[in-house]
């Protein structure tokens, strides 16, 4: 049946009416159900081998149009909508976005999915189904707040299957009830699974905010990603999730093998298990009880389950490696406890040394450490992030496993960050090589032989000023924010924390705002963009968000510094604005501290859409730097070895650095103490920007007063260098061009190469 046909059966079917006479939403609704079904019909890739990728997030983004792409359809449903008078992106925009994740971890998982799916490899991923996200961002007085971000419509992606599983929890179980979400294979005829697992009866959604009874279990489980934990019941909450997914995880992978004709004692033989940061970590003790109740031994059990699971580390912040009370774990869920102990008493008895103890002199649960010890591979997410886990911060496991470490690069999917994110770039590039980087982003290093064509840079620069309009006339339409879009986009969207260094671009804005005041006015205007969450409980990340505010209000009221300068922050950041802002940015902002970014994920994509990259050599950006070569990238800050050796100094704090030493140059100290002038505190909360200014000058735990003067002096060149404009357009071009590494397929096919092994 022809697609125009197909569309005509539905609407009529469901609304008793011809497309044409279909409103908008009700043409979505019937694209939803006819993409959902024709994925859903596809068949699995067939393999003696399957994956099963675990993780606790997944940021999928709106699917409408990256199924369109990835089933093929894409361009014969726009020209079919058209024909109709109706706009495709109108009816994307009708789509609300699935609240399973919050930042890189689970933009990673997505991208993930969507390459194994590429790539015809047998391969799901499993997580759980959220309901109302991490939460929806609202600003009220310059401060952040929180409300619940329900996603889940009557037509949705959701495929309920009728599957459920009983989760043994200690004095009652909980029922697992399993829905997907079919992933289209782009380029071929198959389709994958996100399974997700929520709980019979969730809870509706009565409350003002996202407070709630976290002490309702049967019906909350599945409310919130990340409870806030400031509190027990939400630690408790916490590994109840985490016990719910992986065990209804581990029977559905029981369940498969058999259904597959295999007995548990090959698990191994036809099982991946990819642990995506430390969250599922207790599905190493429950698939070994699982396989004990089924009769194998619990040599056999460990020898099945190491060699089946694989662990992804993306963390080099200490207090990111989850470490559990083993109460915890004993109320949650008492059977995994014997399991654990035992674990833990093997190997101290083969590794004496308590800095790899999986239960610590405390009795905390060292889930990194389960993980380390009782899986067969153990990877880091950027070539740096991956030497300094085995020269630093897991160096005790390295030293007794240095066969399972190795480098996993991460990557993105170009088909949504490029293809459908960037129409009019990928036609450009089709122009240029054809469409063949569509299939092998390697192939876009061909764009290098127009580095000196003049027609080719003239045309970058009009398809990205056309991005930077449009992103002017959303930011105006859904947020009411003014823009100018001839100055240059200099934009930071990512998670909200202290080693990322928001604060020390807010220190660059104040820089520039007191030097317009003094009549030191800037070579060209520059609108600087933010876009992130703040987790509820971080007091010091919602602080910084206020310091954003207060100076955007500062500046948009000063008609002397308002032509020169500009800030704004994109109220709830998520997937939908990140498609908007990266094609429209000029300066991309990766300014981490030096080895603190495991790798980063956002500077792939700004990259891959024709941003320069200014940043620090943290992460990724070290393989950006190499890629791209210096005159292409602008980097700033002392090298990870340096802020390795601070942090390991004889301070009270453990330190050597002391940001009094470099509060009290008077070029950081006149802009630090901006925090607490006159001007700002008339429009701010005094209390908060004061505790801010606080912790700049006596804490500054992630060093940006270390850095701020070599990064106001990389951003100033950075600007400047702009004006030449065929020349920032042959920098544009060689950063598309060398962006192809960074394709999520190539990060799968290496996964698949040297870890999984999928048949």
């Known amino acids: 049946m022809q697609l125009n046909e197909q569309l005509w059966q539905l609407t009529q079917e469901r609304f008793g009416c011809a497309p044409d006479q279909c409103d908008d939403h009700q043409l979505y609704e019937a694209l939803l159900l006819l993409t959902r079904n024709m994925a859903q019909n596809r068949p699995a890739p067939e393999g003696t081998r399957k994956l099963y990728y675990f993780s606790a997030e997944f940021l ?15 361009d014969q449903v726009k020209q079919l909508l058209a024909d109709l008078g109706r706009d495709l992106g109108v009816i994307e925009s009708m789509e609300p976005e699935p609240s399973l994740g919050n930042g890189g971890l689970g933009r990673l998982a997505a991208c993930f999915l969507d390459s194994i799916a590429a790539l015809g490899l047998p391969g799901d991923g499993v997580g759980l189904n959220y309901h109302y996200g991490l939460f929806r961002q609202k600003f009220a007085h310059r401060l952040q707040t929180e409300v619940p971000d329900p996603w889940i419509e009557a037509d949705s992606w959701l495929i309920p299957t009728g599957v459920s599983f009983d989760v043994p929890f200690g004095g009652f179980d909980l029922k697992a009830v399993l829905y997907d979400i079919a992933i289209p294979g782009a380029h071929n005829p198959y389709a994958n699974r996100l399974h997700l697992f929520d709980v019979a009866e969730p809870a509706p959604m009565p409350w003002v905010g996202i407070d709630f009874d976290k002490g309702d279990i049967a019906h909350h489980l599945t409310s919130f990603l990340y409870p806030d934990d400031s509190d027990e019941a939400g630690r408790l909450l916490r590994v109840y999730q985490q016990y719910f997914m992986v065990s209804a995880g581990a029977q559905l992978i029981l369940a498969e093998l058999e259904s597959r004709g295999f007995t548990p004692d090959t698990l191994a033989d036809h099982v991946a298990i990819q642990i995506n940061d430390t969250h599922p970590s207790m599905v190493i003790p429950e698939l070994i009880r699982l396989l004990t109740q089924r009769g194998l031994t619990f040599d056999d059990a460990l020898d099945q389950v190491r060699r089946a ?19 915890f774990i004993e109320k949650v869920a008492p059977q995994l406890v ?13 590794h004496p040394d308590p800095r790899v103890a999986i239960v610590d002199s405390q009795n905390l649960v060292h889930m990194a450490h389960m993980d380390i010890h009782c899986g067969h591979s153990v990877n880091g997410v950027a070539a740096l992030h991956t ?4 020269s630093s911060e897991l160096k005790p496991f390295y030293d007794i496993y240095p066969e399972k470490f190795n480098n ?51 045309r970058l620069l009009e398809v990205k000023q056309a991005k930077k309009n449009r992103l002017c006339w959303m930011m105006w339409a859904e947020q009411g924010i003014e823009l100018d879009p001839q100055s240059v986009f200099d934009i930071q969207v990512k998670r909200l924390h202290e080693y990322k260094r928001q604060q020390m ?55 002397q510094v308002r032509p020169w300068l500009r800030v704004a922050m994109v109220e709830n950041y998520n997937v939908t604005w990140a498609e908007r802002l990266i094609p429209a940015c000029d300066i991309s902002e990766q300014i981490s501290l030096a080895s603190k970014e495991a790798s980063g994920t956002g500077n792939m994509k700004f990259m891959a859409n024709g941003a320069v990259t200014l940043g620090t050599l943290d992460g990724a950006n070290v393989e950006i730097a190499q890629l791209v070569g210096e005159e292409n990238i602008y980097t700033f800050g002392q090298h990870s070895d340096t802020v390795i050796g601070l942090y390991k100094g004889g301070e009270p704090d453990g330190r050597s650095y002391r940001p009094l030493d470099y509060y009290h140059r008077p070029a950081v100290e006149r802009l630090v103490d901006f925090l607490v002038s006159p001007e700002l505190l008339a429009i701010g909360n005094p209390t908060e920007l004061s505790m801010l200014w606080q912790d700049m000058k006596n804490k500054d735990w992630f060093m940006a007063l270390l850095d701020v003067e070599d990064y106001i002096a990389a951003k100033d060149r950075c600007l400047h260098d702009y004006g030449d404009r065929r020349a920032w357009a042959r920098k544009m071009l ?16 290496q996964y698949n190469q040297d870890i999984w092994k999928l048949k």
Request: glycine content about 4%.
């Open 734 to 749: 060689v950063n598309i061009a060398k962006s192809g590494y960074f394709s999520s397929d190539r990060t799968i096919e």
């Open 387 to 390: 030497e300094i886990l085995k």
């Open 408 to 458: 996993k690069t991460n990557g993105v999917t170009f088909r949504r960050w490029l293809e459908a994110c960037d129409p009019e770039l990928a036609a450009l590039i089709d122009q240029c090589i054809g469409d063949g980087w569509r299939r092998d982003a390697k192939k876009l290093e061909e764009l290098l032989a127009f580095q000196e064509d003049e027609a080719v840079l003239d």
């Open 309 to 327: 699971c694989a662990y992804t580390n993306h963390t080099i912040l200490a207090e990111a490696l989850e470490k559990w009370p083993l109460s």
């Open 60 to 74: 999928m983004g709106k699917l409408l149009s990256n199924n369109l792409l990835a089933l093929g359809i894409h």
């Open 505 to 559: 671009n807010a220190l660059y804005i104040i820089s520039k705002y007191l030097d317009i005041k003094a009549g030191r006015l800037p070579e060209r205007p520059v609108t600087i963009l933010f876009g992130a969450k703040a987790a509820p409980a971080y007091t010091m990340a919602k602080r910084i968000i206020h310091l954003i505010l207060c100076l955007r209000k500062l500046i948009d009221r000063d008609p």
């Open 338 to 350: 014997p399991v654990i102990q035992e674990l833990d008493r093997r190997m101290k008895q083969a």
